[in-house]
Each structure stands twice: as structure tokens, then as C-alpha cells.
């Protein structure tokens, strides 16, 4: 395919590209049209330039996983996607209402149009919640409304799908999300609980009813933990009109533990709608916030108690549903070990039937120096390599969610490898390993290194050595036999 930029004027598959309306650090919006498309389009395409954080990336490869499952009038439509040979990119309904960001000049606002808003906004979130999908970042900005009143969610770089491989807890150890927004429980790591997107919501409650964000802003991990133990300034001391009820059902979804939340976001959505059934608690009397005494105990509790409990488990691995992370050398020197694995993989796939493949590449990087993001070409190198990572397993043919692409950087690659494997449980390893050299000699390969300190088993494979026998008119085939360590 040729390689283009998204632009005005530009026709990608048919769509074409108009002005565009957003630039963002993680991504852009263009307008755009198509003669057979029943609704306004817009083409989304994330932000490529020097010095783009991965996670850029790897939040759109989330989104082209994620958008096309989900459907109703609180998402938009999904219509295509593709890649221009630079940019992948994704066509999607354009919704007609503005977010809720214009509003925030306007804070605060009347207590009867917040609980309003919270009302709908909830129902879309039960909505999403339904197809299995936690946001993971609510915001002003992410929220539109339709012309006939329903709240649409937009921006699933950062969700979980509970049936798809989750590439942002997978691959980054810090949490992804917006400051003031993010749930205790996410700050922690854990994305799988729908009551995460509830905490953001009474954040953004607690902010349009009296214009101050409950936690501030903070820019660091160390401000964001401050959530785990500090409460916030009751709204009924900032805004005296606020009735008890509403007090009650914000200071509800900011509690620290997830099971003191609602139990879904429909009956957070009733309790909005509902007042007079909403029970009141000591929460709805509150003037100040609690005592120094019971912040300081606190603070130096044991933070593992906010894990969200009622929050689904990972599933155990057993013989049949391994995770099977192959560790794959993209460079071309290594095409014939990366023709090995591949073989290795595919046989080995028929008596997994549930195995998951993650198949790994790590892009090296100086210990000192500032390595570049593009290539001669201008060309985002993790893209590049993402691209090549799913051309190199396009024969195993296998379901999107059975297998996961993923670009690690790192000065070590064995540390890479072995820090992914760590943090995601995996059950088997398959990497290739070169003929040896005296540089492999002095310090030791990474597949030795991934071998000897893996927690799991470990397949190592190497390419055979051509010798003159090879060259025969008819050579003797003679298959590449991998070595194991349990």
C-alpha cells in the first residue's frame, strides 16, 4: 500500500478526508465524508511525531480492538479502519453535540442540572459496562451529548475489555489515566472494575456542583496515592443548597473501596433520578473532613484492601489455556530463527486450543543517549515494529482475542522479557537464540538470560547451520529441534 498522511483531501479507502477539528498529544480528528454514509464521519489517527510516548500506540491499538464490539447510542458508530502505510486510523461516527469541556468556564453549576447529567451519564456507562468494557477514563472531554439527550462515551485507548488481551496493564507499570479523575483502585494498578468509571464520575460531580476538582490535580504518583487515605471537602460545605441526598450519592461513588460504591451504574443512575429513595447516611451530613487521626491510620494501612473485590478474577491457567509469550527477533540477520519460531508456535498451538499468544519485541535503547522515535522515513519505529510483529504471525491465524502484539523498550532486552513475564503470569516462553559468537560468549545471550531467571518454562530454538551438504540437488530435510527448560 502506499504510504500517505492523513490530510485534507486525502481519500483513505474511499473516505474522504476533510479539516481537522482536534490535535491532541495522543491523537488527531479530521472530519470526513463518504457518498454511501448515513451519519457525519470523523477519522481518528494517533499522534506519530518525535518523541511520542508509546503508549500513544499501543491506547489506538486498544481502540481499533474495542470500538468495533461495542454498539448503542452511548458509543459512537463504529465504520472502518485501516492503515495508510504511516498511520493506522479508524473511521467512526461523528457525534453532533459538543463534550462537556466548554462548560467548565460555566462551573458551578445548579445542583438540579448536575444530578441530571450524572443520571445520563450513568446509564451510558451501564450501557457500556454491559458489553464488558470498564472506560477507565471519564472526563468532561470524553463525554458528548446527542441532539435527543443521550450521553455518548467516547476515547477507549486506556479501557478493559474483559475478552480482549489488556495492552495498557500489560505492557506499562504505572497507571495510565487523568489525575483528577482516576479511582483509588486504578491509581494501584487494578483496571477491571466497573466501579473505577463510578469514582470518576463523582469526580466530575463533586467539580460541576462546586467548581474545585475533590483530590486537585496532581502531577505526580506520590499526590495521586494521597487518594487512598485523604477524603474530601464535603460539597454541602462548599455549596449549602446541595441537598443531603446528592451529598450522599457523590461522597457514595468517591468512597476509597470499590464495594462501598453503588453496586452497578444503573443504581447509581437511580439514585439520581430518584432522590426520595436514596438513603441517607452519615455521608449526607458531613461538614468537614475527617480527622487527622483517622487520615494518618489510614495512610499507613495496608493499601491491598482496596483491590476490588466483587471485581472478576483473572482466570488460572491450566495445561489447556496457558499464556505463550513468543519472544520474536524482528531484525533481518534473525529471519531464519523468526521462521523457526513461528513453525514451533504453530505446531504447538493444536494441542492448546485455549492458549493465549503474546508475541513480544523489544526495541533497544541506549542507557544515555535520547534515541529517536522515527525512522529515516519518517516513520513511528513502534508502529513499525507492531506492523511487522502482526505480518509475522498473520499464518497462525488466530483470533483477536487470542493474541496480543507488544512493543517493550528497553537498554536490556532480557529484563524487558523477563519484566513482562513477571507481571503477566506467563506460562510458557518460546524465543530463538543466534549462533554463537564471541560477543554471546563474553555476555552472555538474552535467551540464556531469559532461560536461567524465567519462572515459567522456557523453549529456545536456534537455526540450523547451512553446510555443504545442504546444497545437494536434493537435500535430506532435517526440522530444527528446540531445547526445553521447565
Known amino acids: 500500500m502506499p504510504q500517505t498522511m492523513i490530510r485534507p483531501g486525502a481519500i483513505l479507502d474511499g473516505y474522504l478526508v476533510g479539516e481537522r477539528i482536534h490535535r491532541g498529544g495522543m491523537a488527531s480528528l479530521w472530519a470526513a465524508s463518504h457518498p454511501n454514509a448515513p451519519f457525519p464521519l ?35 458508530a463504529f465504520v472502518a479502519q485501516g492503515f495508510t502505510g504511516v498511520q493506522p486510523y479508524l473511521v467512526m461516527e461523528r457525534i453532533p453535540g459538543p463534550s462537556l469541556l466548554p462548560l467548565l468556564p460555566q462551573l458551578p453549576r445548579p445542583w438540579q442540572e448536575v444530578a441530571d447529567l450524572g443520571a445520563r451519564i450513568a446509564l451510558a456507562l451501564d450501557d457500556l459496562h454491559r458489553q464488558h468494557v470498564v472506560h477507565l477514563d471519564v472526563k468532561p472531554s470524553n463525554l458528548l451529548a446527542r441532539p435527543t439527550g443521550e450521553m455518548v462515551l467516547i476515547d477507549f485507548g486506556l479501557s478493559h475489555h474483559d475478552e480482549l488481551p489488556d495492552l495498557m496493564g500489560e505492557e506499562f507499570r504505572l497507571p495510565y ?10 491509581v494501584l494498578g487494578h483496571r477491571r472494575d466497573p466501579r473505577s468509571d463510578q469514582f470518576a464520575l463523582g469526580v466530575l460531580l463533586y467539580f460541576f456542583l462546586t467548581g474545585l476538582r475533590p483530590f486537585g490535580d496532581p502531577q505526580r504518583l506520590s499526590g495521586l496515592k494521597r487518594r487512598l487515605w485523604r477524603d474530601p471537602v464535603p460539597p454541602r460545605r462548599l455549596r449549602p443548597d446541595c441537598p443531603p441526598w446528592l451529598q450522599e450519592v457523590i461522597l457514595r461513588c468517591l468512597e476509597t473501596h ?56 483473572p482466570a488460572r491457567h491450566d495445561g489447556d489455556a496457558p499464556i505463550l509469550a513468543v519472544a520474536v527477533d524482528l531484525s533481518p540477520e534473525a529471519a531464519p530463527i523468526a521462521e523457526t519460531l513461528r513453525t514451533m508456535v504453530a505446531r504447538m498451538l493444536p494441542t492448546l486450543p485455549g492458549a493465549r499468544v503474546a508475541c513480544l519485541n523489544v526495541l533497544k535503547q541506549g542507557r544515555i543517549t535520547l534515541d529517536a522515535t522515527l525512522d529515516a522515513e519518517g516513520r513511528n519505529i513502534h508502529l513499525q515494529r507492531l506492523v511487522e510483529l502482526r505480518h509475522w504471525a498473520e499464518s497462525l491465524d488466530l483470533d483477536e482475542g487470542r493474541i496480543s502484539f507488544h512493543v517493550l523498550q528497553s537498554p536490556d532486552p532480557a529484563s524487558a522479557i523477563l519484566q513482562y513475564v513477571n507481571a503477566n503470569r506467563v506460562d510458557h516462553i518460546v524465543i530463538g537464540a543466534r549462533a554463537s559468537s564471541l560477543r554471546r560468549a563474553l555476555l552472555g545471550s538474552v535467551s540464556s538470560q531469559v532461560a536461567a531467571q524465567a519462572p515459567c518454562t522456557v523453549t529456545v530454538a536456534r537455526s540450523r547451520r547451512l553446510r555443504p551438504a545442504d546444497f545437494s540437488p536434493e537435500p535430506e530435510e532435517k526440522p530444527d529441534v528446540p531445547w526445553t527448560v521447565g
Open 258 to 313: 470499590p464495594a462501598w460504591r453503588f453496586p452497578t451504574a444503573a443504581h447509581l443512575a437511580l439514585a439520581l433520578r430518584h432522590p426520595d429513595q436514596v438513603k441517607l447516611t452519615a455521608r449526607s451530613e458531613k461538614r468537614k473532613q475527617d480527622p487527622f487521626t483517622t487520615v494518618l491510620r489510614r495512610r499507613f494501612a495496608d493499601h491491598q484492601l482496596v483491590v476490588p473485590k466483587a471485581a472478576k478474577a
Open 177 to 186: 489515566g487523568t489525575a483528577p479523575y482516576m479511582a483509588p483502585e486504578q
Open 42 to 76: 470523523v477519522v481518528k489517527a494517533p499522534t506519530l511525531s518525535e518523541g511520542t510516548d508509546p503508549a500513544a500506540i499501543v491506547g489506538f491499538e486498544m481502540e481499533q480492538m474495542i470500538l468495533p464490539r461495542l454498539a448503542g447510542l452511548h458509543v459512537p
